[in-house]
């Protein structure tokens, strides 16, 4: 199997390790809380293991193009999150569950996006130039998008202990160690298959960290169904107003095809991989955001199935 194939499947493998999940949990409840302490691990190697697939050492080239990035910034840093204010309006009358859309319906993907723009006949070139400019900016911009949609009392809830841990272990600590696996690769001419091969692990990891959840969360789960309906309509119409947007931003700013079909699988697909941590790590009774986190990034790669076909022969021919 190519890695192309890996990740042309990855719903199904995804689908398939939730669900062997679940009937671990049913059926051996201990296993699933044992398999919990695993989870940190699995998700630290994640989260490193993704992060190296971004160029970090090349932040300067996403200012090559000022076109291409003012579009990106503006939709994905302004305009989207206006969108997602409205859309948390329609959203059930739950604190937790508008949290989880925000904390993963506000930040843009830094990976998937890049894979799903190549697929798609998009500017390769452009995506990668922006992707660590976007991580640099969703992590600095994520707790002020919080405080301002969700409010200050519930922005001082969230800022525990335990959240900084997660943040500092799970986000900034596997992306130091990205950095400097890029600065080791670049200085050998010998080593560039390193990051070729940690591009193979984000798929078969985040199978694992999904069926972790699962099993350890089995109950959760179960008794999360009754949100699923609203978050399903939620979430695909957040894919409709990116598309919208993606189209209107590339049109505003005379992109080619090319580059906006970049924007759209870019203000598309979420960071579901780095804001997991974090709402792991919030204080008891806030474990539903988990449930929608997870449950928006199956809804966007079922998404993103249709826009590999939509994007390209029919948003952006």
Same mark, same amino acid.
């Given at each position: 199997?190519?890695r ?10 995804y689908?398939a390790?939730?669900s ?6 049913f059926i051996?409840?201990e296993?699933? @809380?044992?398999?919990e302490?695993a ?5 630290? @190697?994640l989260?490193y293991a993704?992060?190296t697939?971004i160029?970090?050492?090349h932040l ?6 000022a076109?291409?990035?003012a579009a990106a910034?503006?939709?994905n840093?302004?305009i989207?999150p ?10 059930p009358?739950?604190s937790?569950?508008?949290l ?12 998937w996006f890049?894979?799903f723009t ?5 500017d390769?070139k ?6 660590p400019?976007?991580l640099l900016?969703?992590m600095?911009?994520l707790p ?9 009392e519930?922005?001082?809830?969230l ?5 900084l841990k997660?943040?500092?272990?799970l986000?900034v600590?596997?992306?130091?160690? @990205?950095?400097?696996? *890029?600065?080791?690769v670049?200085?050998?001419?010998n080593?560039?298959?390193?990051i070729?091969?940690?591009?193979w ?5 985040l199978?694992i ?21 609203p978050?399903?309509l ?6 409709i107003?990116a598309?919208?947007? @993606? ?5 505003? +700013?005379?992109?080619p095809?090319?580059?906006g079909?970049?924007l759209a699988f870019?203000f ?8 997991l941590?974090?709402a ?5 009774? +806030? *474990? ?17 199935a249709i826009?590999l076909w ?5 948003l952006f021919?």
């Open positions: 199997m190519t192309q194939s890996l990740e042309k499947y990855q719903v199904l493998i689908l390790s939730i062997a999940g679940l009937i671990i949990g051996s409840p296993t699933g @809380a044992a398999l302490t989870l940190w691990y699995v998700l630290g @190697a989260i993704t992060m697939q160029p970090l050492t300067r080239d996403a200012f090559a193009d076109r291409f990035l910034v503006i939709g840093f302004i989207l206006l969108a997602v204010w409205g859309l948390i309006l329609l959203a009358d739950n937790v569950v508008r989880g859309i925000a904390m993963v319906l506000l930040v843009p993907c830094t990976d890049i894979t190549h697929l798609g006949g998009g390769t452009s995506a990668i130039a922006f992707a400019l976007s900016l969703q600095l911009l002020l998008y919080l405080w301002v949609l969700l409010g200050g519930m922005a001082i809830t800022a525990t202990g335990d959240m997660a943040f500092l272990g986000i600590l596997p992306l130091l160690a @990205a950095l400097a696996t *890029e600065r080791w670049e200085s050998g001419s080593r560039a298959f390193l070729e091969r940690l591009g692990l984000p798929v078969p990891l199978a960290v999904v069926f972790i959840i699962a099993a350890s969360q089995v109950y959760l789960v179960a008794g999360s169904v009754a949100w699923l309906s978050l399903l939620i979430f695909g119409a957040f894919l107003v598309s919208a947007i @993606a189209r209107s931003m590339a049109a505003l +700013f005379r992109l095809a090319r580059q079909r970049a870019s598309g697909t979420r960071n579901s991989f780095v804001v941590p974090l792991l790590a919030l204080p008891p009774g +806030f *474990e539903v955001a988990v449930v929608v986190i997870v449950f928006q990034s199956l809804v966007e790669l079922f998404g993103m826009y939509w994007v390209p022969q029919r021919p």
